[in-house]
């Protein structure tokens, strides 16, 4: 059962067997392993401590089995691909969206909701995650221009296959054929009312997901997924579907900046002065490259924030991840410690 679900790792070592995680309820995780699907939570001791990264959907876990009742998940797999985000939220917080996949479906409908800015955090993240992006363009059908909005998605998308579809009519899906193999994991990504249930319905050719309606005034969407989840279509592909995301706050994204705004970081290093603030200093690379229109200041803005947004939540996470460790430690020593 499990090996329709992606290809298992190589657990040799590790207590328990494997599982995958399908869905996740609060602390109550549904997986699928050799016996079928059922239910697990996680070890307390290993998981509170510190001691393993929580699980997310699509992860791989390593379970002890429970006749008749919740299994015990003791291991979270080493990842193959992961992508988070900051949670919403006052406090800097990481918020896993899922694990182990294999390519990034980022949709935006071509509407109201069309937002280069948004495209390319959802970008630096997916290239981050250690997966293939791949920018899938909905709503063909409505689009009165869509070659505007593909020159402008693969001009914000280097490096990343850039698709226009229409799950209402068909056009444009074959061209996503390629990336639907048996035992791929797809995560699919996007704000609401970007149609992303819509096209998992018209991919499995049935209707295994529940759609719903956008306002028209604003082109925004009401959430129809409410929670993460993996599915296994007819086919053998494997499709994350993720809620709608109003906030998609960043995390450590450096390598996903770097790849999604590579022209940005093929001109840093051609100004006159390496301590350039690409303000008003002779020899700006930046600044020559905006004045030709050779790069939108839109898009060097764009650069600038995520930059230092990535940089400031990083040192932030940093520190609490280095605080947890702390207190996990001192825990585990409370408990070694022989008592008076």
């Not at 997310?56 to 919740?70: F, L």
């Not at 949709?107 to 948004?118: A, D, E, I, K, W």
């Not at 402008?152 to 390629?178: K, N, Y």
């Not at 051609?270 to 200093?281: P, T």
Request: with cysteine; aromatic share 8%; proline share 4%.
């Amino acid at each position: 059962m499990i090996d329709d679900y992606g290809f298992v790792p190589d657990t040799t070592g590790l207590p328990g067997v494997p599982a995958r995680v399908i869905a996740q309820h609060k602390d109550r995780y549904e997986i699928v392993s050799r016996r079928g699907f059922s239910f697990a939570r996680l070890k307390a001791g290993a998981y509170y401590a510190g001691e393993e990264p929580f699980p997310t959907v699509g992860d791989y876990v390593t379970v002890k089995e429970i006749e008749n009742g919740d299994g015990q998940i003791l291991h979270t797999v080493p990842r193959s691909s992961f992508f988070a985000r900051r949670a919403s939220g006052t406090a800097v917080r990481e918020q896993a969206i899922a694990a182990n996949f294999d390519y990034v479906l980022i949709l935006q409908s071509m509407n109201q909701n069309y937002n280069l800015r948004r495209l390319e955090r959802y970008l630096a993240l997916a290239w981050q995650s250690g997966a293939i992006p791949v920018i899938v363009l909905t709503k063909a059908d409505l689009a009165e221009d869509r070659a505007a909005f593909l020159t402008q998605a693969e001009q914000a998308a280097p490096g990343a296959a850039v698709h226009a579809v229409s799950a209402q009519t068909g056009e444009g899906l074959d061209g996503l054929r390629p990336y639907l193999q048996p035992r791929r994991t797809l995560v699919f990504l996007g704000s609401s009312g970007v149609g992303k249930s819509s096209l998992v319905n018209a991919l499995a050719g049935a209707e295994v997901m529940a759609t719903g309606g956008i306002r028209e005034i604003d082109g925004k969407g009401r959430h129809t997924t409410t929670r993460r989840q993996l599915l296994r279509l007819d086919s053998g592909v494997l499709v994350i579907d993720t809620p709608g995301m109003r906030e998609l706050g960043m995390v450590e994204a450096s390598d996903g900046l770097e790849s999604t705004f590579a022209d940005v970081e093929a001109l840093l290093g051609r100004c006159r002065f390496s301590d350039c603030s690409h303000e008003r200093e002779p020899g700006c690379a930046i600044r020559a490259a905006i004045d030709a229109g050779e790069l939108d200041a839109a898009r060097w803005a764009s650069y600038q924030k995520l930059q230092a947004e990535s940089r400031d939540n990083e040192d932030l996470l940093s520190r609490k991840r280095e605080w947890s460790k702390n207190v996990a430690k001192l825990n585990r020593l409370r408990k070694k410690r022989p008592e008076a």
